[in-house]
Structures are given as structure tokens and as C-alpha cells.
């Protein structure tokens, strides 16, 4: 009966996930130009929290649950398991006090209305995944523009999403370049469940009533903490949650 209904409404949450986007793309523009980085991030936010809208349409519902008291006045490292696109508009909107960046692949800062606007502008950083030097050089320039700004950022550690909400191992490598340039950064697990189950019969035909949940874990000070350890703490941490109850 999910699959069923969720069918039957696809076509409208695409519809109304995409007419947001085509609005936003000359809202963004239009602040970027006139208010720099502060009205352009306000104009992102405002569009994720109506790209939340059209989950709904399928009957498919968040939760985000954070009951930890993070500072402002320092970098996070956010670290999740990354289960689909779905993941991502909710953690721009509910994390946008703490100015969270992403590491993107370069190749969708081209054609994607919206979407590609923000990953050029925001201050993010675009990876090609076939040019190591290139994705190190940009991984540390966030890292850098963290530190300055005292920004956050959201890493996916697994690499690749998890189709199935079983986990893959986390590396090691983002979240090290970024604290060579952000020791000071804190850093902070977030376990995502069931966003895998929107998509598991393709983007197009998504899944209904299947209850999103966003969870901030206890954060972690890395200082004086051997990475490969670090690293492993926070799958652990975030395993625990995603999947004690996995079916």
C-alpha cells in the first residue's frame, strides 16, 4: 500500500520540488548580487524549508531531533551515514545557524537549477573525484574558510549512499584535511534513518509514510585523539542508532 500511494503522488512532490527550485534560482542570484554571502545564505535557507514541503506530498515525514548544546563560535565537523538526496535539504535547513558547507562532486555545479547556484556561491566545496590534488586543494580551502568564519560543514564518510540503510565504513580522509586547517573545529555524529526507504524503488516512484529521522549525537573533541580511532568512534556512535532496529 505504501509503494501505491507513494506512486500515485510521485508526480506531485517532483512537480513541487522542482517549481521550488526554478523560483529560488533567480532569488538567489538577485541576493547574491545585491547582499553578498549573508542575503544569499538567507535566500538558501528559505528555499530548503520549502524544499521540505513536497515530502509531504508523499506523505513522508521529518523529524530532527537535537538536543545538544552546540556553540556558534567555533568550526563543526558534522559527520553522517548518507542514505539519498533526501538527506540533504533538511540538514541545510535544520543545521543553517551553524552555516554548514558541503563537499560536493564538481559536476553538479553545472545545468541544476538552484542547486548548482548555491554549490558555486555558498561556500562549499567541489570536488573532481579523478583529480586528487583538486579535491584536496578545495577540501582544505573549506577548511580554511571554516576557521576564518567559524563555519560548519556536513561529511558523508561512507564515500557513496547506502541503498539498503546498512552502513559502509567511514574514512578517514575529509574529515583529517579539514582538521589540519580547523583543529579547533568540534565534531559532531549525526545518524539519518530511513531516507533510503523513500527512494528504494528509484528516485522517481518514492515510497510513502516513511518517518525521516535526523538525530544530533554527543560531540566529540578531537584534540589529543589518534584519527583512525576518531574516525571509528563516530561510525559507532552513529551505527548504533541507524541500525539497532534495521529491517
Known amino acids: 500500500m505504501k509503494r501505491i500511494i507513494g506512486h500515485i503522488f510521485s508526480p506531485l512532490h ?5 517549481l521550488v527550485l526554478i523560483i529560488f534560482q533567480p532569488i538567489q542570484w538577485l541576493c547574491y548580487k545585491l547582499g553578498g554571502y549573508k542575503a544569499h545564505k538567507s535566500s538558501v535557507d528559505i528555499m530548503n524549508f520549502f524544499l521540505l514541503i513536497p515530502y509531504y506530498f508523499v506523505f513522508d515525514f521529518i523529524s530532527f531531533k537535537n538536543e545538544q548544546n ?8 558534522f559527520v553522517a551515514n548518507h542514505q539519498s538526496m533526501y538527506d540533504i535539504p533538511p540538514l541545510i535547513y535544520f543545521l543553517r ?9 564538481i559536476e553538479l555545479t ?3 537549477p538552484s542547486i548548482s547556484f548555491n554549490l558555486k556561491y555558498g561556500g562549499g566545496a567541489n570536488i573532481d573525484r579523478s583529480d586528487k590534488k583538486q579535491s584536496l586543494g578545495e577540501i582544505m580551502k573549506l577548511g580554511q574558510r571554516m576557521r576564518d568564519n567559524n563555519w560548519s560543514t556536513v561529511i ?3 564515500g557513496t549512499r547506502s541503498k539498503t540503510g546498512k552502513m559502509k565504513e567511514f574514512q578517514i580522509g575529509g574529515i583529517a584535511t579539514i582538521l589540519k586547517k580547523a583543529p579547533n573545529a568540534l565534531i559532531v555524529p549525526i545518524a539519518i534513518e530511513n531516507s533510503w526507504k523513500m527512494v528504494r524503488y528509484g528516485l522517481f516512484w518514492l515510497n510513502a509514510f516513511i ?3 535526523f538525530t544530533v ?3 566529540i573533541e578531537p584534540a589529543g585523539k ?3 580511532e576518531l574516525v571509528k568512534e563516530l561510525e559507532i556512535a552513529v551505527k548504533n542508532v541507524v541500525e539497532k532496529d534495521l529491517d
Open 14 to 18: 517532483h512537480l513541487g520540488f522542482f
Open 217 to 219: 549525537l554527543t560531540p
Open 156 to 158: 558523508f564518510p561512507e
Open 70 to 77: 552546540l556553540p556558534i563560535d567555533r568550526p563543526i565537523i
Open 110 to 112: 553545472k545545468n541544476i
Open 97 to 105: 545557524k551553524y552555516h554548514a558547507k558541503f563537499i560536493s562532486k
Open 226 to 228: 589518534d584519527i583512525v
Open 211 to 213: 518517518p525521516l529521522k
